[in-house]
């Protein structure tokens, strides 16, 4: 008995290989997981990490009509058999026993989400995915494939998929601010998430994506979102006294880069959360609210301010939760807005931790 795929064949170091296209329904039957608790030294793959499955399952049922997905790789223990067609010798069929056991080089949390997606949606059994299929070589080929199949793959950064995102109400809610906010597009990387010493850029797309997170937990791109972030990072541009004095070559980039705190992403994440306590509380005029950070001291050297808040006891940039939360409570105490009991003790308790 053999499992027939429809297949091209190549060459890639004097080997050949195949590029099948295997139906969804049947990965689970050529693909078997391997649950025993071998030592790493003794396997082909990575345990799988059963986290990461959920999330790329719900990926494909919330896109059912639009999922993509890139090839498998697997090596093929047993016999095959290639049948080239009439008019191409590397097109054709493969054939492949059925005794044969398939091991996935790459895509195993791909094959696991498929599997479960499958569950809920059985229409998912006809569709098909390419495969790349190798002569298996033994353990340690296949642990070299593995090496050199995910040692050279780099992922794109999170700011290019936000930049590329076309789904995430998020996504299309901070390229929207980015865009309809002057300071945001003049200074904003859309493509990398770390920026340089001396780059031209102050924020990137990601850093203000994180950001819209924080004021606006579970978005749905509606009107009323998108008015509020672009009036409140808008009002935050034309109040941070800063911004605009580089803007206006009043000062430096570097000096306000190493000087100051206010591009810092600890602050514009801080920004955030004073952007989600003023969504939540629209009593607040928003203009009068934020009129105040033109008054704010955002220099690194005003420790009384910003110490083991946005500057740890080290003098360097802090950027964990801790030090948001604190940079938070600070800029509300700053803007004279109220501060909740709750966060009064939650400041109090990790001042004195630290």
């Known amino acids: 008995m053999f499992y027939k795929f429809p297949a091209m064949r190549g060459l890639q170091a004097n080997n050949e290989y195949y590029i099948c296209m295997i139906s969804l329904g049947i990965l689970s039957k050529i693909f078997i997981e391997d649950t025993s608790d071998k030592l790493p030294e003794f396997r082909a793959q990575r345990n799988l990490n059963e986290r990461r499955i959920p999330e790329i399952k719900d990926y494909i049922i919330k896109n059912r009509d639009s999922y993509v997905f890139s090839a498998l790789a697997a090596s093929v223990d047993g016999k095959i058999t290639f049948s080239p067609s009439a008019n191409n010798s590397d097109i054709g069929e493969l054939e492949v026993d059925m005794t044969a056991t398939f091991l996935i080089n790459d895509g195993q949390h791909r094959k696991a989400a498929i599997v479960k997606a499958i569950e809920v949606d059985?229409?998912?059994?006809?569709?098909?995915?390419?495969?790349?299929?190798?002569?298996?070589?033994?353990?340690a080929r296949s642990q070299q494939m593995f090496t050199d199949l995910n040692k050279h793959a780099v992922n794109a950064s999170k700011s290019l998929n936000t930049l590329y995102d076309s789904k995430d109400p998020?996504?299309?809610?901070?390229?929207?601010?980015?865009?309809?906010?002057?300071?945001?597009?003049?200074?904003?990387?859309?493509?990398?998430?770390?920026?340089?010493?001396?780059?031209?850029?102050?924020?990137?797309?990601?850093?203000?994506?994180?950001?819209?997170?924080?004021?606006?937990?579970?978005?749905?791109?509606?009107?009323?979102?998108?008015?509020?972030?672009?009036?409140?990072?808008?009002?935050?541009?034309?109040?941070?006294?800063?911004?605009?004095?580089?803007?206006?070559?009043?000062?430096?980039?570097?000096?306000?880069?190493?000087?100051?705190?206010?591009?810092?992403?600890?602050?514009?994440?801080?920004?955030?959360?004073?952007?989600?306590?003023?969504?939540?509380?629209?009593?607040?005029?928003?203009?009068?609210?934020?009129?105040?950070?033109?008054?704010?001291?955002?220099?690194?050297?005003?420790?009384?301010?910003?110490?083991?808040?946005?500057?740890?006891?080290?003098?360097?940039?802090?950027?964990?939760?801790?030090?948001?939360?604190?940079?938070?409570?600070?800029?509300?105490?700053?803007?004279?807005?109220?501060?909740?009991?709750?966060?009064?003790?939650?400041?109090?308790?990790?001042?004195?931790?630290?």
């Open 122 to 139: 059985e229409s998912l059994k006809n569709e098909t995915i390419a495969v790349v299929l190798y002569n298996d070589q033994g353990l």
């Open 170 to 354: 998020m996504a299309l809610l901070t390229k929207e601010v980015v865009e309809k906010v002057e300071f945001f597009r003049k200074y904003t990387d859309k493509e990398k998430d770390n920026l340089a010493k001396y780059s031209a850029k102050f924020f990137t797309l990601n850093t203000i994506y994180d950001a819209n997170k924080r004021i606006i937990k579970n978005p749905t791109n509606s009107k009323k979102e998108a008015k509020f972030l672009i009036e409140f990072w808008g009002l935050v541009a034309k109040y941070m006294r800063e911004w605009n004095e580089m803007d206006k070559d009043e000062l430096s980039k570097r000096e306000l880069r190493e000087a100051y705190i206010c591009t810092q992403g600890i602050t514009i994440h801080a920004l955030g959360k004073v952007g989600n306590y003023l969504y939540l509380n629209p009593k607040y005029n928003l203009e009068k609210s934020l009129h105040g950070l033109s008054k704010i001291d955002w220099t690194r050297s005003n420790l009384k301010c910003w110490k083991e808040r946005a500057i740890t006891n080290t003098g360097k940039i802090n950027r964990n939760e801790t030090g948001i939360f604190l940079t938070y409570i600070q800029i509300k105490r700053l803007l004279e807005l109220d501060i909740e009991k709750e966060e009064l003790t939650r400041e109090k308790q990790l001042l004195c931790a630290k």
